[in-house]
């Protein structure tokens, strides 16, 4: 099990937030899948789709900040773009995610920090994976021996049975950190892994919003959020070999006990406490109920020196309300000695107006954890 730092789990005044993006409860356009990164100019460059009932979407919107966060404005907005991670790498930014919900695997590519994108039209322009259809969230794109590393999903619509969350069959992408990112050559693919339906006496439902991270003695792994209804919640540690061709899994030993292993969380490594952070939606114990991946009204930061071990330090953002308050999806980059994230945020409307549940966030939020190594 994960250990708490803390005794007693005690509820902590939220740090001061700021309103990236707003679309309106009323509007049924919610706010999803947040991604942050910094720029080599010290620019912060945030984005998010817009979801509606049934999952049906592909246009994401861009925002920046040249003052650390305190005010943004928007940069663009895209149509064919959802899901996307944004990560810089040799100077240029960085968006990969799928055409649409369930959509073709894409990559684009900014020299202007964000202004102006490539289109990925075909092979050689991003359009990496047009085969079939593909999931993935804002998770790592990690950059390890020589090559980058991104976890996806296929969505499989006859895999696994009833249910959104029986789609998926995990995998890792990577190309080598001197490839030209946009060309689909240069990607190697391994084998997509089916989930077995019946672990957790058949109350396994899937596994989805895979993080790459290397481990403490160099092995890629893909560390991916569980769908399952007990405590404590759960991931998934799926191994991919040197070669980067194939992922393997073992129930009996690679199943951990994560914070928020239910919801989507990403994991990055810090060289300065050698430590793997995350913020996650951890449940306390006065907040548990029947499906944990429903309860999304605390978010945690958590640590671990194994990837294996985690520790609850301590909670970030946190309300009493889990029907319509919810912290979710954070996306984050460590900065000096801050953490600074972007969060979907489910919160009331400037009138006082309720959001329209926990899940369907009408804001995005930017947040920083000063000091989070003490």
Request: hydrophobic residues 40%; aromatic residues 10%; contains cysteine.
């Amino acid at each position: 099990m994960y250990a708490l730092a803390l005794a007693a789990f005690a509820l902590a005044a939220p740090p001061s937030g700021v309103v990236v993006s707003h679309s309106p409860a009323s509007s049924k356009q919610f706010v999803g899948s947040p991604s942050l990164a910094v720029l080599p100019n010290g620019e912060y460059v945030a984005s998010h789709d817009l979801f509606m009932a049934g999952d049906n979407g592909d246009r994401t919107l861009v925002f920046a900040s040249a003052d650390r966060g305190k005010t943004w404005a928007k940069r663009t907005e895209i149509v064919g773009h959802w899901w996307g991670t944004l990560f810089v790498h040799r100077d240029a930014l960085y968006l990969m995610g799928v055409s649409k919900a369930r959509g073709f695997c894409i990559v684009r590519r900014s020299t202007d920090g964000g202004k102006t994108w490539t289109e990925p039209k075909d092979a050689k322009t991003g359009l990496l994976h047009a085969d079939g259809m593909y999931h993935c969230a804002p998770v790592p794109v990690l950059a390890h021996n020589g090559r980058l590393w991104r976890a996806m999903e296929e969505a499989n619509p006859t895999n696994g049975g009833k249910g959104w969350d029986r789609k998926f069959r995990a995998f890792m992408m990577s190309a080598a950190e001197d490839a030209d990112l946009l060309d689909a050559k240069s990607w190697t693919t391994t084998n997509k892994l089916t989930a077995d339906y019946g672990w957790f006496d058949g109350k396994f439902g899937g596994w989805l919003e895979g993080n790459a991270v290397a481990t403490p003695g160099g092995e890629v792994v893909d560390i991916l959020r569980v769908q399952q209804p007990g405590y404590p919640e759960k991931a998934a540690v799926v191994r991919i070999s040197a070669n980067s061709k194939t992922a393997t899994f073992d129930p009996a030993k690679d199943f951990i006990d994560f914070p928020g292993g239910g919801k989507k969380f990403t994991i990055r490594f810090d060289p300065a406490s050698k430590k793997y952070w995350t913020l996650a939606n951890f449940v306390p114990k006065e907040f548990e109920g029947p499906n944990a991946a429903s309860r999304r009204n605390t978010l945690a930061l958590a640590s671990s020196t194994d990837l294996r071990t985690w520790t609850v330090n301590r909670p970030v953002i946190q309300n009493a309300d889990v029907k319509a308050h919810g912290y979710q999806y954070a996306d984050w980059q460590f900065d000096g000695d801050d953490l600074i994230a972007v969060v979907r945020t489910a919160s009331e409307e400037p009138d006082g107006t309720p959001a329209h549940s926990a899940h369907d966030a009408n804001h995005l939020t930017f947040h920083r954890v000063a000091g989070f190594r003490k």
